[in-house]
């Protein structure tokens, strides 16, 4: 499967904005899809996850209340909704996905078989 990210941008710290992550497929719904972001001299960190059907998703701490992730896949695709954005939030979004992702690991970066290139939000303060 290849995903393509976008929707990032530079906001305000306070605000908001909606990351897309499209996957091409026919099988979308078969995959569970997580974002993960990276911040300059930082290792990649989970964001958010969500199951196959959209009825469980999973948020870090750091994010929880803040962020909510859905999918549509009719569309083949999962959006990230951020508000209240800090600028720690800072860093590149990148989306990924797997067909055989347990739930024990869907904050593991390894635990994920493809992934998007990314995009940039940058929250200023």
């Known amino acids: 499967v290849q995903l393509q990210a976008s929707g990032g941008g530079l906001v305000q710290a306070g605000g908001s904005l909606r990351l897309s992550c499209a996957a091409s497929g026919r099988t979308f719904s078969r995959y569970f899809m997580g974002w993960f972001r990276q911040a300059p001299g930082k290792e990649r960190e989970f964001v958010a996850a969500?199951?196959?059907?959209?009825?469980?998703?999973y948020y870090a701490d750091s994010v929880k209340g803040r962020f909510t992730m859905s999918r549509d896949n009719a569309r083949n695709t999962v959006y990230l909704q951020m508000n209240s954005l800090k600028p720690e939030d800072t860093a590149i979004y990148y989306c990924a996905s797997d067909s055989s992702i347990i739930t024990t690991s869907v904050r593991n970066v390894r635990a994920y078989d493809y992934w998007g290139q990314g995009t940039q939000v940058t929250v200023s303060s």
């Open positions: 969500i199951g196959w059907t959209g009825s469980n998703t």
